[in-house]
Nanobody
Framework: VQLQASGGGPAQAGGSLRLSCAASRRPSWRTIMGWFRQAPGKEREFVAAISLSDGSTSYADSVKGRFTISRDTAKNTAYLQMNNLKPEDTAVYYC???????????????????WGQGTQVTVSS
Protein backbone atom coordinates (compact mmCIF):
# COMPACT_ATOMS: atom_id res chain seq x y z
CA VAL A 1 0.00 0.00 0.00
CA GLN A 2 1.36 3.39 -0.96
CA LEU A 3 0.08 6.62 0.53
CA GLN A 4 0.44 9.97 -1.18
CA ALA A 5 -0.05 13.02 1.00
CA SER A 6 -0.50 16.53 -0.32
CA GLY A 7 -1.87 19.93 0.58
CA GLY A 8 0.52 21.35 3.12
CA GLY A 9 2.05 24.79 2.95
CA PRO A 10 2.13 28.12 4.71
CA ALA A 11 -0.89 29.67 6.36
CA GLN A 12 -1.73 32.58 8.58
CA ALA A 13 -3.11 32.06 12.05
CA GLY A 14 -6.85 31.74 11.74
CA GLY A 15 -6.54 30.47 8.20
CA SER A 16 -7.31 27.10 6.66
CA LEU A 17 -5.61 24.31 4.78
CA ARG A 18 -6.81 20.96 3.49
CA LEU A 19 -4.58 17.92 3.40
CA SER A 20 -5.24 14.88 1.24
CA CYS A 21 -3.97 11.34 1.54
CA ALA A 22 -4.60 8.92 -1.30
CA ALA A 23 -4.03 5.20 -0.79
CA SER A 24 -3.10 2.99 -3.72
CA ARG A 25 -5.46 0.37 -2.31
CA ARG A 26 -7.14 -0.56 0.95
CA PRO A 27 -5.20 -2.94 3.18
CA SER A 28 -8.54 -4.48 4.17
CA TRP A 29 -12.26 -3.76 4.33
CA ARG A 30 -11.77 -2.28 7.80
CA THR A 31 -9.03 0.15 6.81
CA ILE A 32 -8.36 3.06 9.13
CA MET A 33 -6.61 6.15 7.83
CA GLY A 34 -5.01 8.53 10.25
CA TRP A 35 -3.15 11.80 10.40
CA PHE A 36 -0.24 12.42 12.72
CA ARG A 37 2.08 15.38 13.08
CA GLN A 38 5.56 15.99 14.33
CA ALA A 39 7.00 19.34 15.27
CA PRO A 40 10.76 19.87 15.60
CA GLY A 41 12.07 18.34 18.79
CA LYS A 42 8.76 16.75 19.65
CA GLU A 43 7.32 13.28 19.40
CA ARG A 44 4.91 12.32 16.66
CA GLU A 45 1.38 12.92 17.86
CA PHE A 46 -2.05 11.81 16.81
CA VAL A 47 -4.29 14.30 15.04
CA ALA A 48 -7.29 12.42 13.65
CA ALA A 49 -8.38 9.12 12.17
CA ILE A 50 -11.29 7.79 10.14
CA SER A 51 -12.69 4.42 9.23
CA LEU A 52 -12.98 4.06 5.47
CA SER A 53 -15.77 1.54 5.91
CA ASP A 54 -18.23 3.41 8.11
CA GLY A 55 -16.82 6.92 8.43
CA SER A 56 -16.43 6.89 12.19
CA THR A 57 -13.84 9.36 13.39
CA SER A 58 -11.53 10.19 16.25
CA TYR A 59 -9.74 13.44 17.06
CA ALA A 60 -7.04 14.67 19.36
CA ASP A 61 -8.38 17.11 21.92
CA SER A 62 -6.08 19.82 20.58
CA VAL A 63 -7.82 19.88 17.20
CA LYS A 64 -11.44 19.12 18.08
CA GLY A 65 -13.76 21.74 16.68
CA ARG A 66 -11.10 23.06 14.29
CA PHE A 67 -10.09 20.07 12.17
CA THR A 68 -12.37 17.72 10.28
CA ILE A 69 -11.35 14.39 8.81
CA SER A 70 -13.39 12.95 5.96
CA ARG A 71 -13.09 10.32 3.29
CA ASP A 72 -13.85 9.52 -0.31
CA THR A 73 -14.32 5.78 -0.41
CA ALA A 74 -14.26 5.60 -4.21
CA LYS A 75 -10.82 7.16 -4.24
CA ASN A 76 -9.48 5.53 -1.05
CA THR A 77 -8.64 9.03 0.07
CA ALA A 78 -8.79 10.75 3.42
CA TYR A 79 -8.91 14.50 3.86
CA LEU A 80 -8.01 16.70 6.78
CA GLN A 81 -9.70 20.09 6.71
CA MET A 82 -7.85 22.37 9.08
CA ASN A 83 -9.59 25.57 10.10
CA ASN A 84 -8.70 28.29 12.58
CA LEU A 85 -5.07 27.27 12.36
CA LYS A 86 -2.74 28.21 15.18
CA PRO A 87 1.04 28.60 15.21
CA GLU A 88 1.22 25.50 17.41
CA ASP A 89 -0.24 23.50 14.53
CA THR A 90 3.05 23.96 12.70
CA ALA A 91 4.52 20.53 12.03
CA VAL A 92 5.16 17.92 9.42
CA TYR A 93 1.90 16.07 8.90
CA TYR A 94 1.95 12.38 8.06
CA CYS A 95 -0.86 10.18 6.87
CA UNK A 96 -1.03 6.53 7.79
CA UNK A 97 -3.21 3.52 7.12
CA UNK A 98 -3.79 0.12 8.60
CA UNK A 99 -6.17 -2.71 7.98
CA UNK A 100 -6.41 -4.30 11.40
CA UNK A 101 -6.69 -1.61 14.05
CA UNK A 102 -9.22 -1.70 16.84
CA UNK A 103 -10.72 1.58 17.89
CA UNK A 104 -8.56 1.95 20.99
CA UNK A 105 -5.43 1.83 18.82
CA UNK A 106 -6.30 4.51 16.31
CA UNK A 107 -4.25 7.15 18.11
CA UNK A 108 -1.12 5.04 18.44
CA UNK A 109 1.28 5.73 15.60
CA UNK A 110 3.23 2.54 16.31
CA UNK A 111 0.18 0.51 15.30
CA UNK A 112 -0.01 1.72 11.70
CA UNK A 113 1.67 -0.34 9.01
CA UNK A 114 1.61 2.10 6.11
CA TRP A 115 2.86 5.67 5.98
CA GLY A 116 2.95 8.44 3.47
CA GLN A 117 5.62 11.04 3.09
CA GLY A 118 5.21 14.05 5.31
CA THR A 119 3.81 17.37 4.24
CA GLN A 120 4.89 20.55 5.97
CA VAL A 121 2.33 22.86 7.51
CA THR A 122 3.64 26.20 8.74
CA VAL A 123 1.32 28.60 10.52
CA SER A 124 2.52 32.11 11.18
CA SER A 125 1.03 34.53 13.66
Amino acid sequence: VQLQASGGGPAQAGGSLRLSCAASRRPSWRTIMGWFRQAPGKEREFVAAISLSDGSTSYADSVKGRFTISRDTAKNTAYLQMNNLKPEDTAVYYCAADGTLICSSWSQFTQYDYWGQGTQVTVSS
